[in-house]
């Protein structure tokens, strides 16, 4: 009997190969072929002049007649990407990509990535509102704190359509959702928990205002100048924010600081910035999940060994993948379905919890559902009205 290779696949080489093969990973294609002069004549002039005619004069029938009703656009400018950082629109086109292969896959909705050649918050905001009426709604993508919070802020004021970042909300959603179940393995009270969120930029501050809305009452969050508190001089306007409802016993320092007696550990930072003896500083059964990508902030080996109870990454290739592809396509579907204008944060707070409530029996391996669980962009789209 052969021996199964425990080899990983080096998914780098993997995709580069794969993306020169194609040529990209999406394409346009006609939901009405052309096949001959008639069909012709109905798709495109002259019959498509009655259509435009009518839209003309009656613009909120767009999401019935066009593909508007379907269609997401996936926006960014490269300046937040994945764990890469601020590589521009040439490094983000793959992302966004695969960002619109998930929408169709997951969700059946047509999404297009559209990279931005400017980082300018002002002139991202106007060039979104413009192209606006081609969508049924915005997902702003890997666009970096803090702009980001005025960015989706200014749009969503604009816009009738729905508008989500989904490095802040998506992350949030399934990381409560995940943090629900955890809670559950170790049996303790999460609203009497002490959560410490490493990473006060987009997803860290999404988490921390979804924590506080589900009832967690001690948060702890740390910058890159360690932990947040109030009257700290450095403090930019949306820190100040954080501060007013984060670490209520007021305590100075840095990570380790914060995570004595702390019974769960959210990375959203960076890669390596936590080894076992921090995980040693805290409570009994701690929960650790450290999901920066590629690399996490502690590898799971590593957590173990500081007696990590639960673990979870933003990796695919370990347990416990917490990876906001579990909510966006839900979102954006119950979104579209429903006609939502405005995705709340109490919708977000169901999202989270619909999605934490399919995994009936959660154990320390299994604390979210699987990708490719189709009960989840359902369940998440139901929690979106």
Not at 12 to 38: F, S
Request: aromatic share 4%; with cysteine.
């Amino acid at each position: 009997m052969k021996k199964k290779s425990t080899q990983k696949k080096d998914y780098a080489k993997l995709a580069l190969a794969l993306h020169k093969k194609l040529g990209g990973k999406i394409r346009t294609t006609p939901a009405q072929p052309v096949h001959n002069r008639e069909d012709l004549s109905t798709v495109y002039t002259p019959g498509v002049g009655a259509v435009s005619s009518y839209l003309a004069k009656n613009p909120g029938k767009a999401r019935e007649y066009t593909m508007k009703g379907r269609t997401i656009a996936i926006v960014s400018d490269g300046s937040a990407v994945l764990g890469l950082g601020n590589i521009g629109p040439y490094g983000a086109i793959p992302v966004m990509e695969g960002k619109a292969v998930l929408f169709k896959s997951l969700a059946d909705l047509e999404a297009f990535p559209i990279v931005l050649d400017t980082q300018d918050a002002d002139e991202i905001v106007e060039t979104v509102i413009r192209i606006a009426p081609m969508f049924g709604g915005i997902n702003l993508e890997d666009i970096a704190a803090p702009k980001c919070f005025d960015i989706e802020a200014r749009v969503k004021a604009a816009l009738d359509i729905p508008v989500m970042h989904d490095d802040q909300h998506g992350t949030a959603i399934v990381v409560v959702a995940g943090l629900i179940n955890a809670a559950k393995v170790v049996k303790k009270d999460l609203k009497k928990m002490k959560v410490v969120v490493s990473g006060a930029g987009a997803a860290g501050t999404a988490v921390a205002n979804l924590l506080k809305l589900l009832g967690v009452g001690d948060i702890v969050m740390l910058d890159s100048k360690g932990i947040i508190l109030r009257g700290r001089k450095d403090l930019t306007p949306h820190k100040k924010e954080l501060a007013a409802f984060t670490n209520k016993r007021q305590i100075a320092g840095g990570l380790s600081e914060a995570l004595e007696g702390a019974d769960a550990v959210i990375g959203v930072s960076g890669p390596g910035l936590m080894n076992a003896s921090h995980i040693k500083l805290m409570a009994k059964k701690p929960i650790v999940f450290g999901l920066a990508n590629p690399v996490p902030e502690i590898l799971p080996e590593e957590a173990v060994l500081g007696g990590a109870a639960v673990i979870a990454t933003g990796r695919s290739d370990y347990p416990n993948q917490i990876n906001n592809s579990l909510a966006f396509p839900g979102v954006f579907r119950g979104a579209i379905d429903n006609k939502v204008t405005k995705i709340t944060d109490a919708m977000k707070l169901k999202a989270a919890k619909a999605l934490a409530a399919l995994v009936k029996k959660p154990t320390a391996a299994m604390i979210v559902p699987g990708t490719f669980d189709k009960r989840v962009v359902p369940s998440v789209a139901k929690a979106i009205r």
